[in-house]
């Protein structure tokens, strides 16, 4: 059996999940959907990792929850996302100092369905890959970046990705923001 990954262009699919907002007793839990961000007119950055109470996966973790002000500031939601449950993402947030602050929620694909929609459920271990999906306001998949079990991904390249995707502009290798573009470089000749 070999994975398809949902690619570019592709409708996010519509979901239902729970979620780990807090590890404040009596408010850990909410019920999130594909619309947290596109209702606001928001872009969405959802990134998977393997399993909890592992290594790779905190390093990761933290460093979205240190970027997170980035991804604010850029008019995005950022989610996190594994097949664990939400009771497995509470306690280790609970456990692991680095995740114990989050600014994004932790969502919960126990059945597993969002994974395998995606096409990025590992086949021997039924666990998700280190995808990453950004999804523009309409819903739209603009950029998928997909990872083996065991390399941690470089979460600026995520945020470099998301700004070139936004100017709508052609971008040229390695491009940061406040570089000029392609499309600007262009229309100056």
């Given at each position: 059996?070999?994975?398809?990954v949902l690619s570019i262009g592709s409708q996010f699919p519509a979901f239902t999940?729970?979620?780990?907002?807090?590890?404040?007793?009596?408010?850990?839990?909410?019920?999130?959907?594909?619309?947290?961000?596109?209702?606001?007119?928001?872009?969405?950055?959802?990134?998977?990792?393997?399993?909890?109470?592992?290594?790779?996966?905190?390093?990761?973790?933290?460093?979205?929850?240190?970027?997170?002000?980035?991804?604010?500031?850029?008019?995005?939601?950022?989610?996190?996302?594994?097949?664990?449950?939400?009771?497995?993402?509470?306690?280790?947030?609970?456990?692991?100092?680095?995740?114990?602050?989050?600014?994004?929620?932790?969502?919960?694909?126990?059945?597993?369905?969002?994974?395998?929609?995606?096409?990025?459920?590992?086949?021997?271990?039924?666990?998700?890959?280190?995808?990453?999906?950004?999804?523009?306001?309409?819903?739209?998949?603009?950029?998928?970046?997909?990872?083996?079990?065991?390399?941690?991904?470089?979460v600026q390249e995520v945020i470099r990705v998301l700004d070139a995707l936004q100017?709508?502009?052609?971008?040229?290798?390695?491009?940061?923001?406040?570089?000029?573009?392609?499309?600007?470089?262009?229309s100056l000749n």
């Amino acid at each position: 059996m070999s994975n398809k990954v949902l690619s570019i262009g592709s409708q996010f699919p519509a979901f239902t999940k729970k979620a780990v907002v807090s590890i404040e007793k009596g408010k850990e839990f909410t019920e999130i959907t594909e619309k947290i961000g596109s209702a606001d007119g928001k872009w969405t950055v959802i990134f998977w990792w393997p399993k909890d109470f592992t290594f790779v996966c905190p390093t990761e973790i933290a460093e979205f929850n240190k970027k997170h002000s980035e991804f604010t500031d850029r008019d995005t939601v950022l989610i996190g996302a594994s097949t664990d449950s939400e009771f497995v993402h509470a306690a280790w947030r609970r456990d692991h100092a680095d995740l114990r602050d989050l600014k994004f929620p932790m969502l919960a694909d126990t059945s597993k369905s969002l994974a395998e929609e995606l096409g990025i459920l590992d086949d021997n271990e039924k666990i998700a890959y280190r995808a990453t999906f950004i999804i523009d306001p309409q819903g739209i998949v603009r950029w998928v970046s997909v990872y083996d079990l065991s390399v941690g991904r470089s979460v600026q390249e995520v945020i470099r990705v998301l700004d070139a995707l936004q100017t709508d502009e052609l971008c040229p290798c390695n491009w940061s923001k406040g570089e000029e573009t392609l499309t600007t470089a262009l229309s100056l000749n």
